[in-house]
């Protein structure tokens, strides 16, 4: 069954500190990973989208990582910030002829001044 | 380029009613996506119109239903709400099927 894991559920950390955020997938065949930022009442933004051949990207303070034989994926957040404080979904794409998207069910990050 | 407009942002139906919820994609964007979002359940696929044609559709019962315009505008109609139907509906839409997503805002529906 195609899934896509996220820990942990949600993370308190302190303003300044480095965090990681975990992705495990079982989805195949694989098509690219996307991070996502949702801050309260809005709609998601896109951080970063990884193919198959690429396992790190970077945007910003946020760096992004893919291990596609292990199938997991985390996103590491460094020098946090008060604005950081939003949840943080994974999006795993099929390659197929109908492209089904799968979505994790997110990582709510709490950051305290 | 102004981005992915829905509207309205807020809405209050009883059970029973029916609902239609509108999303303006980016310009040029052709692909237009659904996802309803809910604390317990996550984003959930509804259903995905490129170039006024269904192209996919999830797993949600046929009381969900949604068109697609020639100006590449979207519609997504619920009718006999339930009371599990309140969630965060959002649209998303892209250059292609499978090019990257740009959300809306949502839209907050409450089902009394």
């Known amino acids: 069954k195609n899934q896509v894991e996220q820990s942990p559920q949600s993370l308190i950390i302190l303003e300044g500190k480095n965090c990681t955020l975990q992705?495990?997938?079982?989805?195949?065949?694989?098509?690219?990973l996307r991070w996502y930022k949702q801050d309260t009442g809005r709609g998601p933004v896109s951080l970063t989208i990884?193919?198959?051949?690429?396992n790190t990207k970077s945007n910003g303070r946020y760096t992004a990582t893919l291990d596609a034989d292990t199938k997991q994926s985390s996103l590491h957040i460094t020098a946090s910030q008060l604005s950081d404080s939003a949840s943080y979904i994974c999006?795993?794409?099929?390659?197929?002829?109908?492209?089904?998207?799968?979505f994790g069910k997110g990582t709510r990050l709490h950051i305290l001044p | 380029k102004a981005g992915v407009t829905q509207t309205p942002r807020y809405l209050i139906k009883t059970r029973g009613q029916q609902v239609t919820l509108s999303c303006s994609p980016i310009?040029?964007?052709?692909?237009v996506s659904w996802y309803q979002q809910t604390p317990g359940q996550g984003l959930q696929f509804l259903f995905e119109?490129?170039?006024?044609?269904?192209?996919n559709k999830g797993n949600f019962p046929g009381r969900f239903s949604g068109r697609q315009f020639s100006n590449s505008r979207s519609e997504m109609n619920v009718s006999t709400l339930e009371l599990g139907d309140s969630a965060l509906y959002l649209c998303?839409?892209?250059?292609?099927?499978?090019?990257?997503?740009?959300f809306g805002p949502g839209t907050r529906l409450t089902v009394t």
């Open positions: 999006v795993v794409s099929l390659m197929n002829r109908d492209d089904k998207i799968i």
């Open positions: 310009s040029g964007h052709r692909s």
């Open positions: 998303a839409s892209s250059e292609t099927t499978s090019g990257e997503q740009y």
């Open positions: 992705c495990n997938y079982t989805v195949s065949p694989f098509s690219n």
């Open positions: 990884m193919t198959f051949s690429e």
């Open positions: 119109y490129f170039s006024e044609t269904q192209r």
